[in-house]
């Protein structure tokens, strides 16, 4: 392929962007700016005697067609004690049909009261699929972790994937029973993002600021600090929050540091308890700096091709025993780009 000059001048764009947000003093401009100094950062021992559960969830679309789309969508919970796992749990595999009329919203309510026993404050808007698995996905995470907190007590973590907010109004109070419960019987609750959409001084990425300001200082892993409210670009759905950020370095071979978020009633000792726990289980050769009960259900919970196609067929025999066949198959879920992909 030989780009044109209009392709050539998006990716010099593309490239300009990148420098402006990640310029080579990036550290130097979050210490002047940030109101942040070595002495904030608070170091953290990798050694940990409770247990560390950690939950992930993950969805498939299976089938799309005109006028509904079915998604696969599950969550799983791992546990590790001394180093070893203690229970992987996993909720079932759920098949949601999602279309644009008022059944979906009353199969949301329905799935909402079957895992917490009441109304959702609010439904689902099932114009956007994609969204709308994810708000599902989302429920079965939190339908998990309420489940896992039965098998934990005090002195215990328990981390989510992400940050401890919400991605849907309706579950704004499960979060807040799940921290409540956590915070009286003394469980630690945590979020820790893989990638994070959080930002300083009007667009520059905020975890590799402060690990570049870190590794400039000499401050040696593992190690937390606390990131002032004030020195984050304003976040969208403030009000669904209810986690402080940290950024944390949990292994010195680590590729990166991470967000951390714990609940906004926690201490700094609290913080540095989980940041504590999580590089006690960071040392992983495989991922270096990632808390390994989050890969192992990660690993667990993903819903690989296989099990994607396996859906399919038990889709494809049950409309064969309703008397379709492969054409009416096809008039709902022909897909003309994989015939395109042919030629």
Not at 58 to 69: D, K, P, R, T
Not at 89 to 104: A, Q
Not at 120 to 145: I, K, S, T, W
Not at 186 to 212: H, M, Q
Request: include cysteine; charge should be negative; proline fraction near 5%.
């Amino acid at each position: 392929m030989n780009p044109d000059r209009t392709y050539l001048g998006d990716v010099i764009a593309a490239l300009e962007h990148i420098r402006e947000i990640c310029p080579a003093d990036l550290a130097e401009r979050f210490e002047a700016q940030s109101g942040i100094g070595r002495d904030d950062f608070l170091q953290c021992s990798p050694g940990f005697r409770g247990r560390l559960a950690a939950v992930d969830g993950s969805n498939a679309m299976v089938l799309e067609s005109g006028s509904f789309s079915l998604a696969a969508v599950r969550a799983v919970v791992s546990c590790f004690a001394e180093g070893r796992r203690a229970f992987l749990r996993s909720t079932s595999t759920r098949l949601v049909r999602i279309e644009v009329r008022e059944e979906s919203v009353a199969r949301f309510a329905s799935l909402y009261r079957e895992y917490f026993g009441e109304e959702p404050q609010q439904g689902l808007a099932a114009d956007d699929p994609a969204r709308a698995v994810a708000v599902v996905r989302e429920m079965l995470e939190f339908a998990a972790a309420l489940e896992a907190l039965e098998s934990l007590e005090a002195g215990d973590t328990l981390l989510l994937d992400g940050s401890l907010r919400v991605g849907h109004a309706s579950h704004l109070p499960v979060l807040r029973e799940l921290l409540f419960r956590a915070g009286n019987a003394g469980i630690r609750v945590a979020g820790i993002s893989k990638r994070t959409s959080a930002t300083w001084g009007g667009g520059y990425p905020l975890v590799p600021a402060v690990d570049l300001f870190a590794k400039a200082a000499g401050v040696t892993p593992p190690w937390c600090v606390r990131i002032p409210e004030e020195a984050i670009d304003q976040r969208p759905h403030t009000q669904w929050q209810r986690g402080v950020p940290y950024v944390a370095r949990l292994h010195g071979k680590g590729a990166t540091a991470f967000k951390i978020e714990v609940p906004d009633y926690a201490d700094e000792r609290t913080a540095i308890e989980v940041c504590s726990a999580c590089a006690a289980y960071a040392g992983d050769g495989r991922i270096p700096g990632y808390p390994y009960p989050l890969l192992d259900a990660h690993r667990a919970v993903v819903l690989g091709a296989d099990e994607v196609e396996g859906i399919t067929y038990d889709i494809i025999k049950g409309m064969n025993r309703l008397g379709m066949n492969s054409k009416d198959f096809w008039q709902l879920f022909g897909d003309y780009h994989e015939e395109f992909a042919r030629y």
